[in-house]
């Protein structure tokens, strides 16, 4: 499965901005997909996922309420809709994909990754 995510940039405080990850392959529906995000010095960091199985959907604490993680299986593509976007919201973004069909937070449990879009939000 290859990714590509786009949609990044750079914004104000408060803005939104929907980060987009376009899929390769005819099984897209299978794929657990989620979306990680690394600020520059820290470690990569779980933001949402949605499983395959039923699209039951998680996201980390600091963005409930703000971003929304969706999916298109038509279209190969997964959504992360991000509003009142924050400065700690800055980092580079990254799409990825698993066949766990309940997969976890942890970034080894998905197998396929994208090249990253960077998200910067000024004060």
């Known amino acids: 499965v290859r990714l590509v995510e786009s949609g990044g940039g750079m914004v104000q405080a408060g803005d939104s901005l929907r980060l987009s990850c376009a899929a390769s392959g005819r099984t897209f529906n299978t794929y657990s997909m989620g979306w990680f995000r690394q600020a520059p010095g820290q470690e990569r960091e779980f933001v949402a996922r949605i499983n395959w199985i039923a699209g039951m959907i998680y996201y980390t604490d600091s963005v409930k309420g703000r971003f929304t993680i969706s999916r298109d299986n038509a279209n190969n593509t997964v959504y992360l809709q991000m509003n009142r976007l924050k400065p700690e919201d800055t980092a580079v973004y990254y799409c990825?994909?698993?066949?766990?069909?309940?997969?976890?937070?942890?970034?080894?449990?998905?197998?396929?990754w994208g090249q990253g879009t960077q998200v910067t939000v000024s004060s």
């Open positions: 990825a994909a698993t066949l766990r069909a309940l997969p976890s937070s942890s970034p080894s449990d998905y197998y396929y």
